[in-house]
C-alpha cells in the first residue's frame, strides 16, 4: 500500500508529517487531509473573523500531489440587527 505524507498550514503555523501513513490510493490520503482540516477550524479564531487551512498530500519522494484549501470567513453585520426597544 502506497505511503503519503499530509502537510497543514494554518497562517503562519505548518506542520510537516514526517512519518506518513499508508492509504489504498490517492483519493483515501486526499479525503483523509479534507477530514481533519475542520477539526483544525475549531481552534480559536482569529480577531477579523478571516483565516485560510491548508493540506497538501506528498508521495514519499516528496512529489505534492493533492492540495485542499478551507476559507473561514465570518462577517458580522450589526446595522442589520433589531432593536429589542
Known sequence: M?????????GDQSLRDDEGDEYPSLEAARNAAIAALPDIGREAPPQDGKRTFAAYVRDE?????????????????????????
Open 61 to 85: 519522494w516528496g512529489t505534492p500531489l493533492c492540495t485542499i484549501i478551507l476559507n473561514l470567513d465570518a462577517t458580522c453585520h450589526p446595522e442589520r440587527q433589531r432593536s429589542n426597544s
Open 2 to 10: 502506497p505511503r503519503f505524507f499530509i502537510d497543514y498550514e494554518d
